[in-house]
T-cell receptor, first 116, second 114 residues
Framework: DGGITQSPKYLFRKEGQNVTLSCEQN?????MYWYRQDPGQGLRLIYY???????QKGDIAEGYSVSREKKESFPLTVTSAQKNPTAFYLC???????????????FGNGTRLTVT | AQSVAQPEDQVNVAEGNPLTVKCTYS??????LFWYVQYPNRGLQFLLK??????LVKGSYGFEAEFNKSQTSFHLKKPSALVSDSALYFC????????????FGSGTKLNVKP
């Protein structure tokens, strides 16, 4: 079945360490996204990528970095510069052709990161 | 700027009763609106969408949503709630200026009591 795989499901790190969250999709979607979810705040966009080797900052990109070397993969690195990294991180994908504006986002099951 | 608002943090309803989860939007032009559901420690699942056409949109699991242009609302409804409908619900709008961007509401927790 096609879908988005995020790993690991739970991740624990010490403060000051960088950590990379994995996101892989086999939906053949061009666009991929990273969202951060905190209780009571909904989803906030960190980064998105419309095509391989290109990505754009979202609303809360500070302290995060991404790469898009393959269509299927969009890893997110949470750096030590991110002041409050403990959160639930969601990866998503969508089609991007101009005639597919009615296509929804497809989400992975998330990675819960705890930094102490 | 495009945005959606979900005015209720929580909605409580008895099983078998109708349910409504509210969403209002602010966009320029015609909106592309979506509803998603999230179960604990899971990603969001797509329920339904409004792009154009009929104001009553039918989706998954018996849910429907009513689009009201004059009230700029897109409320999620279900005629008879199930305990298994208890979850977090998000309304979202797709940015018409950059259709690769989606904006989400803050979420509404639906509690269905037996």
């Amino acid at each position: 079945d096609g879908g988005i795989t995020q790993s690991p499901k739970y991740l624990f790190r010490k403060e000051g360490q960088n950590v990379t969250l994995s996101c892989e999709q086999n939906l053949n979607h061009d666009a991929m996204y990273w969202y951060r979810q905190d209780p009571g705040q909904g989803l906030r966009l960190i980064y998105y990528s419309q095509i391989v080797n290109d990505f754009q900052k979202g609303d809360i990109a500070e302290g995060y970095s991404v790469s898009r070397e393959k269509k299927e993969s969009f890893p997110l690195t949470v750096t030590s510069a991110q002041k409050n990294p403990t959160a639930f991180y969601l990866c998503a994908s969508s089609v991007t052709a101009l005639d597919t504006y009615n296509s929804p986002l497809h989400f992975g099951n998330g990675t819960r990161l705890t930094v102490t | 700027a495009q945005s959606v608002a979900q005015p209720e943090d929580q909605v409580n309803v008895a099983e078998g009763n109708p349910l409504t989860v509210k969403c209002t939007y602010s966009v320029s032009g015609n909106p592309y609106l979506f509803w998603y559901v999230q179960y604990p420690n899971r990603g969001l699942q797509f329920l339904l969408k409004y792009i154009t056409g009929d104001n009553l949109v039918k989706g998954s699991y018996g849910f429907e949503a009513e689009f009201n242009k004059s009230q700029t609302s897109f409320h999620l409804k279900k005629p008879s709630a199930l305990v298994s409908d208890s979850a977090l619900y998000f309304c979202a709008v797709r940015d018409r200026g950059n259709f690769n961007k989606f904006y989400f509401g803050s979420g509404t927790k639906l509690n269905v009591k037996p």
